[in-house]
């Protein structure tokens, strides 16, 4: 699979690596991204406000038992989790094709702006699922997760024995090996659990033989928040993980670019093991 912007802040520190020293100028389609990255955030700005509370679960349906109960779907719940300093309305797009493309029931989480520690946000997240699991009468969950959204699923899969709940887990743009970008921000203590040899990231690497979860990773060539660039691939050698290269567009268009929705929803709909060769993605 092959899909072909960004504030000066974001976009500064990718100019740097892909032209170390003065820029002479800047191709199409890093323009086109840059664009496209500011119109997101634009846009998303302004839908922030909707997303600050958590989403309206649907009422469950009695059978004849007298237990409440939703519809049986033919493919497990999408649970979507989002990155750091965001909401769930940054997945206002993915759940609308998500949600149009097939029969899953999809499920927005929130957790604050406020989490501190990857570790509590995980164990959060397993009791959203428990809480969904038995909402829904489903055995397992699939997770899409942008950014530290990804990374949080990924520690409740490993290390928390999630793996037994999550049948497939998509990340996007989620520094699986740890960023360095924005040095600055490293006062926050989540941050610095982002970053290369964090303990957190350090416990990630250790062995998970017989993790029964697929890994899908989406990253991106133009990603700025992704110091290194690779960083957002998922390379573990007990782990079922393929990753899949977006050229063309940014961290910010990851969970919103419908060619990469369709990546997703490629990778929710496959019931073959995940492998570990490198697809690619480009964005026109």
């Known amino acids: 699979m092959k899909v072909t912007g960004v504030l000066p802040p974001l976009f500064l520190p990718l100019c740097r690596r892909l032209w170390p020293g003065r820029l002479a100028g800047l191709s199409m389609t890093l323009l086109r991204a840059t664009a496209l990255e500011a119109a997101i955030l634009a846009g998303h700005l302004l839908l922030y406000p909707t997303g600050l509370i958590q989403e309206r679960r649907s009422a469950a349906l009695p059978d ?165 660039l690779e960083s957002a691939c998922l390379e573990h050698p007990d782990l079922d993980a393929r990753n899949v290269r977006v050229t063309g567009i940014g961290h910010l268009a990851l969970p919103v670019h419908p060619a990469v929705a369709a990546g997703i929803r490629e990778a929710l709909d496959d019931p073959r093991p995940g492998n570990r060769s490198a697809d690619g993605l480009t964005v026109a």
Not at 163 to 178: A, E, I, K, N, Y
Not at 199 to 207: F, N
Not at 208 to 223: E, H, I, K, N, Q
Request: glycine letters at 10%; one cysteine or more.
């Open 64 to 228: 004849g038992d007298g237990v409440a109960r939703l519809p049986v779907h033919p493919g497990p719940p999408v649970v979507l989790l989002h990155g750091f300093i965001d909401n769930r309305s940054v997945f206002v797009l993915l759940r609308r094709a998500l949600a149009q493309h097939g029969n899953q029931r999809v499920e927005s989480l929130n957790y604050s702006p406020l989490t501190c520690d990857i570790r509590t946000a995980a164990e959060l997240l397993g009791r959203h699922i428990e809480e969904i699991r038995e909402r829904t009468g489903s055995a397992q969950v699939d997770i899409v997760g942008h950014s530290l959204g990804g990374l949080i699923a990924r520690y409740y899969v490993q290390c928390l024995g999630g793996d037994l709940r999550v049948r497939t887990l998509v990340t996007l743009g989620t520094p699986h090996s740890g960023t360095r970008v924005a040095p600055l921000a490293d006062a926050h203590p989540i941050v610095r659990q982002m970053r290369p040899g964090s303990a957190v990231i350090e416990e990630l690497a250790r062995p998970a033989p017989g993790c029964r979860t697929r890994f899908v990773s989406f990253w991106s060539d133009l990603d700025s928040l992704m110091d290194p």
